[in-house]
């Protein structure tokens, strides 16, 4: 009896631990999120924000001075390639292939946490900032059409538990190093909300705490079917939507369904009604990894994703579980972080696959 008590115990110990950790990463301000001055979840009494904080957030790392004996130790390799993850709709039963359940995906988020990946956002892939833990691997996690699964306040002002962001937190909690951020890129209901009071306390509620909110159009159509005028129109209406409702600027594009616009260009650059438009990356539906930002090959207007998923049908070669396998098995051709956001660190083999603009910050080994 005593033992088995000690062990019910011990046990909602650790549940509390859990926990408190969720909440208190909930609650905290993410660093580099771009907002300022006291940022408090919904519902909570503002409190002041330290200026200089014990510690630092999760995934967050001091600043380190990479040379080649610190690259080499941890094995890094910043010309490596990079996991961008597409998720659509969470539900408790899958209707579509693309579907995920929420079992489904905190299952994969725990698995990218044990193999020491720490998720970015995709404006900080594109930019090339890319500040992790030595020895760690980025990963960017999307989710496109802005689904009521992705995000959804409970009545304390709490993500609601088997949401995404819900989830992404929770996972946080339990693997400090997971940082708590993901890409959104929506139509013109953001997470179901119709109403524009709600859509800017949901979008102000996440890019406060780092997450990305994007333009995935306005209405979704398939650009390629539509003339370039048009485009530009779903584009700049996104992106009007996205500046009211608090978004800021976005500088990255998700395709709807990966369709690309007759003139490619349309995609990334453009006008309509007196507006202009300019994105920084634009991402396709899903096939592979993605060439590092800092590689030659790197082509910021059609950035790959890896679509989640099983091993089944097509995806038995161009979904998440094959790829994240594949990863594991080729660790050299994944990249690994040095821990300097300032540096470049590669395998000296590597040296000429790093695009010139970054050659004065190369550290090779």
Known sequence: MIVREVARVAVLANVVVVVV?????????????????????????????PTAPAELPPGQTASVTATPESAKKVKANEAGL??????HRLLPKRIASIDRTPGQLRKELERLARKDYVPITAAEFVSGKIDIPAGSHPVVLTFDDGHPSHFALDSNGVP???TAVGIIYEVAAK?????????????????????????TLAVKWLVERGFEVGNHSYDHPDLRSLPTKRVSEQIVRQDRLLAKIGAGESTTFALPYGSRPRKLSAAHDGKWDGTKYHFDGVFLAGAEPAVSPYAKKFERYAIPRIQSNGKHGECSRWCTTYWLEWLDEHPEKRYTSDGDPKRVSIPRKLRATVASSRAGKIVAY
């Open 21 to 49: 950790g969720l909440v208190v990463l909930i609650l905290l301000p993410r660093a580099g999120s771009g907002g300022g001055g006291t940022r408090t979840a919904v519902g909570v009494s503002p409190t002041t924000t």
């Open 175 to 199: 693997y400090p190093n997971f940082r708590p951020v993901a890409t959104f890129w929506v139509n013109r209901n953001p997470f179901g909300l119709r109403d524009r009071a709600e859509q």
């Open 82 to 87: 990079v996991p961008v993850i597409m998720y």
């Open 160 to 162: 609601k538990r088997d």
